[in-house]
């Protein structure tokens, strides 16, 4: 019997780190609804429930499992510690979580779990915390909660650590702390790429800088992890005909061919649309130039029947071969493979309801009431667009975290009716 009661408590613990691991891809994911990420933290919090249940047996009989393999097992011996307020394993737990920043997302992610009020106290302890990683989750996890950690966070812009200086900065721009610009626009010509992504990112979404929207560009035209990004928010704050002139060189660029297909996307003008069409045309940039139609357009490839087959010969990566030492994944995944003539007999069809010099998302010009339906009906990668551009109309106002728990993003935008097609 204790037998079967352990194995059930280790099933509780592998499938609560698994499906937070499942629920952390899918938040940003360019197929997932608000209401199946909802879903998702259903399945995840009643694996959290069987071990809160076993109590204190738990513990012992899966503490194994709850050892920091990996960012989910961090996320599930973190949210019950938290919640039983246990300090020793809250203090085992914390050092796990500082040997690397990606470890350290599971405790952020088991703090912005809990609710507000409970998560408070823990995250003013991390605050607090003589190490410059236990500040820098406590930064995080307040921004998570969107709930301004105050001094500490003026006090982390100043600090010497890079790892904790960026969190600060990139929680200056998702909390709407226009009054620390001035101290952000301090760090756009840092040395360290994180600190300088951070402080741009954020200084450009409050304010438009130019000087932040220059530091954006250089990085998308750079070979950094954060080139993506910051193209897309450069794109979306910059005025129109410079958004244009400087999307023209990154189309141009065969190295930067991809950025361009996602920047006509964040553009949103219907001028893009015949430019993406020909990209559907070569295997490597289908799918995304696929995504980006739909982002600018709002036609779903699916009910419309405007996709087609992989191409023969293209190889998806990572495949089955284990002698291919490619092993990263598939960035196009989950994305449709569009058929370009249908795709064109489409837009011939339509072409007359856009008009160039407007940007549209999903189909409408980019009004605020059609952005907060997108932010609640759209699916991730497409809500989180539309949480950009509502804050980049509304400073000083917190930008919508699509990654929060799905109930609590209900609470806050309605029931999601059905999706936009």
């Known amino acids: ?148 950690p105050g001094p500490p966070l003026a006090e982390a812009l100043r600090d010497n650590d890079a790892l904790l200086k960026a969190k600060a900065l990139r929680a200056v721009g998702e909390l709407g702390r226009l009054d620390l610009i001035p101290v952000a626009k301090s760090s756009l010509a840092s040395d360290k790429e994180e600190v300088r992504f951070a402080a741009s990112w954020s200084v450009a979404l409050l304010s438009g800088d130019s000087q932040a929207l220059g530091a954006l560009q250089s990085l998308g035209e750079s070979k950094g992890v954060c080139r993506e990004k910051a193209t897309q928010l450069a794109l979306r704050r910059m005025e129109l005909s410079g958004a244009k002139a400087w999307l023209k060189g990154l189309s141009q660029s065969p190295a930067h061919v991809r950025l361009g297909i996602m920047g006509a996307g964040a553009i949103g003008d219907p001028e893009y649309g015949p430019w993406l069409i020909e990209r559907m045309k070569v295997p490597s940039l289908a799918r995304a130039a696929g995504e980006a139609f739909t982002m600018l357009t709002g036609v779903d490839f699916d009910s419309e029947h405007l996709d087609g087959k992989q191409p023969e010969g293209f190889e998806v990566a990572p495949n089955d071969d284990p002698m291919d030492e490619n092993v990263a994944m598939d960035e196009d995944d989950n994305l449709h493979w569009p058929e370009p003539t249908l795709v064109q007999k489409w837009w011939d069809k339509n072409r007359g309801q856009f008009q160039n010099g407007t940007r549209y998302i999903l189909g409408k010009p980019m009004t605020i009431e059609w952005l907060k339906t997108v932010l609640r009906d759209g699916r991730q990668r497409q809500r989180a667009a539309a949480a950009l551009e509502l804050a980049i109309r509304q400073p000083g106002t917190t930008l919508f975290n699509v990654k929060a728990r799905g109930f609590r993003q209900i609470q806050l935008l309605g029931k999601p009716g059905p999706p936009i097609r």
């Open 1 to 148: 019997m204790e037998q079967a009661i352990g194995a059930l408590i280790h099933q509780h613990a592998q499938e609560s780190a698994f499906l937070w691991l499942l629920r952390d891809e899918a938040t940003a994911s360019p197929h997932y609804l608000l209401r199946q990420v909802a879903e998702l933290d259903q399945r995840v919090e009643a694996h959290l429930d069987g071990l809160r249940i076993a109590g204190g047996p738990a513990w012992e009989l899966c503490e194994e499992q709850l050892v920091p393999k990996g960012a989910g097992e961090i996320f599930a011996g973190a949210a019950l510690a938290f919640e039983t307020e246990d300090n020793q394993r809250l203090t085992d737990l914390l050092k796990a979580a500082s040997k690397s920043v990606q470890l350290s997302r599971g405790l952020i992610s088991a703090l912005g779990w809990l609710a507000g009020d409970r998560a408070q106290p823990h995250i003013r302890r991390l605050l607090q915390s003589p190490e410059p990683m236990g500040r820098r989750m406590g930064i995080a996890a307040a921004a998570v909660l969107r709930h301004d």
